[in-house]
């Protein structure tokens, strides 16, 4: 008998999950802005599809906390809005998560975990957030691994406590500038 092939053969998405995936991307870009309504209707004409898969999709942005659902019922949802207590504490689960993946990036389960939290953290601080994170984050991987360092792994935990410190500061700048 043969092993299946399960790995070589990749799924397609389903019209749900590239809804949810196009409808992410505009929240986390804020062209739907934390707060904002999210008609079902209007959207499933935008895109031409059913209100089905809009449905679908909103549902998964809901489990993923970027949408918020009030009632039950998918007519009635905005995009969600988090407090600065709320950031605060998204921030310690980051941190946390990103030790955890630091010390055991074998683990696939974190990474997915890892990138939920720090959607959260994009949406409430916007796109300029998310790029200069992305970027810092390059920067903090680069640090930790350069040529003279005699322990690597003490290093790039330096290098990772730095990052901590740069995005703490930059999501308190950000929280003080909001309106």
Same mark, same amino acid.
């Given at each position: 008998m043969c092993a299946p092939m399960t790995d070589s053969i990749p799924r397609p998405k389903?019209? %749900?999950?590239?809804? !949810?995936?196009?409808?992410?991307?505009?929240?986390?870009?804020?062209?739907?802005?934390? =707060?904002?309504?999210?008609?079902?209707?209007?959207?499933?004409?935008?895109?031409? &599809?059913?209100?089905?898969?809009?449905?679908?999709?909103?549902? &998964?942005?809901?489990?993923d906390g970027l949408v918020t659902v009030a009632h039950r019922k998918t007519k009635h949802c905005t995009v969600t809005e988090f407090t600065? %207590?709320?950031? !605060?504490?998204?921030?310690?689960?980051?941190?946390?998560?990103e030790v955890f993946h630091h010390d055991w990036d074998a683990n696939p389960f974190v990474q997915d975990l890892l990138q939920r939290v720090t959607d959260k953290l994009y949406l409430a601080l916007g796109p300029s957030f998310l790029m200069a994170d992305i970027d810092a984050k390059q920067a903090q991987k680069g640090? =930790?691994? =350069?040529?003279?360092?005699?322990?690597? =792994?003490?290093?790039?935990?330096?290098?990772?406590?730095?990052? %901590?410190v740069w995005r703490r500061l930059e999501v308190a700048k950000r929280v003080m500038q909001a309106p």
């Open positions: 389903a019209l %749900f999950e590239s809804i !949810a995936d196009a409808l992410r991307t505009r929240i986390l870009n804020h062209e739907l802005p934390p =707060g904002s309504a999210i008609d079902e209707t209007l959207l499933a004409r935008e895109l031409e &599809v059913s209100r089905t898969p809009v449905r679908e999709a909103i549902k &998964v942005l809901t489990r600065a %207590f709320e950031l !605060a504490e998204l921030l310690k689960i980051t941190e946390h998560l640090e =930790g691994r =350069g040529p003279g360092h005699d322990r690597p =792994g003490q290093s790039s935990r330096q290098a990772l406590a730095d990052y %901590f």
